[in-house]
C-alpha cells in the first residue's frame, strides 16, 4: 500500500504557486497525495498534476469559536476517511486546525509549516493585539506534538519560535522559500526608456503597497521621471486588503500604474528596471527569488523574509519597514544608477542559482518526508 501525504492549505492558487512542484515530486516518488483546500480557480491545475483535491472550506478573516469548530469536525472526518501517513499543513489557521485533527485521529506523522506569521503578528489593529495570546498559547500546544517536525522558510522565525519553546530546536528545519524555476526566470538586458519600477504582491498594506505609492509621490515630486507599476489582485477575504477605490483613486492621480492580477511574472520582469517589495513581514517571498533570478536588483525592507533573499549593498538594497522616505531614498540611487543596477542584478542570479533552486526545495522537503516516516516505521 502506498503512503498517502495529506497537504492542508487554506488556498487553492497558494498551493499551486508554493508547493504544486514538491507534491508532484511527492506523487512521482510514489506517494498518494491528495489536497485539502478551498478550491477556486485552481481545480484543473491539482487534478491534472495526478493528486487528489477534496474542496474544504475556509475563511481567512474568521474569528468565530463556533465557525472555527464545524471546520474542525469536518477536517476530522476527512481526516479519519483518508487515513493520511503524513500530514503537511501549511500556514497558522491550517497548522493549528490539522495538528489537532491529525491528533483526534492518530496520524502519526506531521509536518507543519507557518509559512510567515501573518496578519496576526503583523497588524497593530486591535483585533489582532487580543487575538495574539490565545493564538501564542495554541501554538505552543499544537505546532509541534511529538512526531512531528516544523518548517520554516527564514532563520529569524526559526529563532523566534523556538526562543520562544514554540518548537524544539532538533524538530525545526529551514526550507527557504517554495524554490524558483531558474529556466523559466532567466536574466534578460534592461529595457530602454526610463525606469520602471515593479511590486508584485496581493494588493494589501502589510505588502507595503502604501509606502510604494508614497515613496513614488516624494519622487515624482522630485523631478524624478520614473514609471511605478503594482501587479496583483484584491483578496477581500483578507484583514489587510486594500479598497479597490483606493487604487483606482491612487491611479486616477498618475501615481502608478495598477495591472491588477497578472500570470505573466516573468515578461513582466523582463519589462522592469527594479524590484520592489517593502512588505511589513513575509515567510519568504516567491516574487524576490523571482526578480533576482531575473537579474534585477531589489529594494525591500529590513524585516525576516526579506533579508533572507537580500543582502544590503549585495543584490539590493534594506529600508526600514513603514517608511516611505528611506525607500524613496534607496528607489533613487538605483534609478539614478545604471552600473549599480547591473552589478546587483548579477548577484542576484547568482545567489538564487546556489541558494533558491526549485530543485534544491523539493530535494529538501522530500528528505523531511522520508526522515518523518522513518521514525514511525
Request: aromatic share 8%.
Given at each position: 500500500?502506498k503512503?498517502?501525504?495529506?497537504?492542508?492549505?487554506?488556498?487553492?492558487?497558494?498551493?499551486?504557486?508554493?508547493?504544486?512542484d514538491?507534491?508532484k515530486?511527492?506523487?512521482?516518488?510514489?506517494?498518494?497525495?491528495?489536497?485539502v483546500?478551498?478550491?477556486?480557480?485552481?481545480q484543473?491545475?491539482?487534478?491534472?498534476?495526478?493528486l487528489?483535491l477534496?474542496?474544504?472550506?475556509?475563511?481567512?478573516?474568521?474569528?468565530n469559536?463556533?465557525?472555527?469548530?464545524?471546520?474542525?469536525?469536518?477536517l476530522?472526518?476527512?481526516?479519519?476517511?483518508?487515513?493520511?501517513?503524513?500530514c503537511?499543513?501549511?500556514?497558522?489557521?491550517?497548522?493549528?486546525?490539522?495538528?489537532?485533527?491529525?491528533?483526534?485521529?492518530?496520524?502519526?506523522?506531521?509536518?507543519?509549516?507557518?509559512?510567515?506569521?501573518g496578519?496576526?503578528?503583523?497588524?497593530?489593529n486591535?483585533?489582532?493585539?487580543?487575538?495574539?495570546?490565545?493564538?501564542?498559547?495554541?501554538?505552543?500546544?499544537?505546532?509541534?506534538?511529538?512526531?512531528?517536525?516544523?518548517?520554516?522558510?527564514?532563520?529569524?522565525?526559526?529563532?523566534?519560535?523556538c526562543?520562544?519553546?514554540?518548537?524544539?530546536?532538533?524538530?525545526?528545519i529551514?526550507?527557504?522559500g517554495?524554490?524558483?524555476?531558474?529556466?523559466?526566470?532567466?536574466?534578460?538586458?534592461?529595457?530602454?526608456g526610463?525606469?520602471?519600477?515593479?511590486?508584485?504582491a496581493?494588493?494589501?498594506?502589510?505588502?507595503?503597497v502604501?509606502e510604494?505609492?508614497?515613496?513614488?509621490?516624494?519622487?515624482?515630486?522630485?523631478?524624478?521621471?520614473?514609471?511605478?507599476?503594482?501587479?496583483?489582485?484584491?483578496?477581500?477575504?483578507?484583514?489587510?486588503?486594500?479598497?479597490?477605490?483606493?487604487?483606482?483613486?491612487?491611479?486616477?492621480?498618475?501615481?502608478?500604474?495598477?495591472?491588477g492580477?497578472?500570470t505573466?511574472?516573468?515578461?513582466?520582469?523582463?519589462?522592469?528596471?527594479?524590484?520592489?517589495?517593502?512588505?511589513?513581514?513575509?515567510?519568504?517571498?516567491?516574487?524576490?527569488l523571482?526578480?533576482?533570478?531575473?537579474?534585477?536588483?531589489?529594494?525591500?525592507?529590513?524585516?525576516?523574509?526579506?533579508?533572507?533573499?537580500?543582502?544590503?549593498?549585495?543584490?539590493g538594497?534594506?529600508?526600514?519597514?513603514?517608511?516611505?522616505?528611506?525607500?524613496?531614498?534607496?528607489?533613487?540611487?538605483?534609478?539614478?544608477?545604471?552600473?549599480?543596477?547591473?552589478?546587483?542584478?548579477?548577484?542576484?542570479?547568482?545567489?538564487?542559482e546556489?541558494?533558491?533552486?526549485n530543485?534544491?526545495?523539493?530535494?529538501?522537503?522530500?528528505?523531511?518526508?522520508q526522515?518523518?516516516?522513518?521514525?514511525?516505521?
Amino acid at each position: 500500500m502506498k503512503k498517502k501525504i495529506l497537504y492542508l492549505i487554506n488556498e487553492d492558487w497558494f498551493f499551486c504557486s508554493h508547493f504544486l512542484d514538491r507534491a508532484k515530486a511527492a506523487h512521482q516518488s510514489g506517494y498518494d497525495v491528495v489536497v485539502v483546500t478551498r478550491v477556486r480557480a485552481h481545480q484543473r491545475d491539482i487534478i491534472d498534476s495526478g493528486l487528489r483535491l477534496i474542496p474544504f472550506q475556509n475563511d481567512r478573516r474568521s474569528v468565530n469559536p463556533f465557525s472555527e469548530l464545524r471546520r474542525l469536525w469536518r477536517l476530522i472526518s476527512i481526516y479519519h476517511q483518508e487515513r493520511p501517513t503524513l500530514c503537511h499543513h501549511i500556514a497558522l489557521k491550517s497548522v493549528l486546525l490539522g495538528t489537532i485533527a491529525a491528533k483526534i485521529t492518530n496520524v502519526t506523522a506531521i509536518v507543519n509549516a507557518p509559512v510567515g506569521l501573518g496578519y496576526v503578528f503583523s497588524s497593530n489593529n486591535k483585533i489582532t493585539y487580543l487575538l495574539r495570546p490565545f493564538v501564542r498559547f495554541a501554538l505552543k500546544l499544537f505546532l509541534n506534538p511529538n512526531n512531528s517536525k516544523v518548517i520554516f522558510e527564514n532563520f529569524d522565525d526559526m529563532e523566534y519560535f523556538c526562543k520562544k519553546n514554540y518548537v524544539r530546536r532538533d524538530r525545526s528545519i529551514l526550507i527557504r522559500g517554495a524554490g524558483i524555476d531558474l529556466e523559466k526566470f532567466r536574466p534578460v538586458p534592461e529595457p530602454f526608456g526610463k525606469p520602471v519600477i515593479l511590486l508584485a504582491a496581493r494588493m494589501l498594506y502589510d505588502k507595503g503597497v502604501r509606502e510604494f505609492v508614497e515613496a513614488a509621490t516624494l519622487l515624482r515630486n522630485q523631478g524624478i521621471d520614473a514609471c511605478f507599476k503594482l501587479v496583483g489582485g484584491l483578496d477581500p477575504d483578507n484583514r489587510a486588503a486594500i479598497p479597490e477605490a483606493v487604487l483606482n483613486d491612487w491611479v486616477a492621480q498618475g501615481l502608478v500604474e495598477w495591472l491588477g492580477h497578472r500570470t505573466d511574472i516573468a515578461q513582466q520582469l523582463a519589462t522592469c528596471h527594479i524590484v520592489c517589495l517593502p512588505s511589513y513581514r513575509e515567510g519568504l517571498p516567491k516574487f524576490l527569488l523571482e526578480a533576482a533570478a531575473s537579474s534585477r536588483p531589489i529594494v525591500t525592507t529590513d524585516v525576516p523574509g526579506c533579508r533572507e533573499v537580500v543582502l544590503h549593498g549585495d543584490n539590493g538594497l534594506l529600508v526600514p519597514p513603514r517608511d516611505a522616505i528611506h525607500l524613496s531614498k534607496a528607489l533613487k540611487i538605483l534609478i539614478e544608477s545604471e552600473v549599480l543596477r547591473a552589478k546587483m542584478g548579477e548577484r542576484g542570479r547568482r545567489r538564487s542559482e546556489s541558494e533558491f533552486s526549485n530543485n534544491k526545495v523539493i530535494t529538501e522537503t522530500l528528505c523531511v518526508y522520508q526522515q518523518s516516516l522513518e521514525v514511525i516505521n
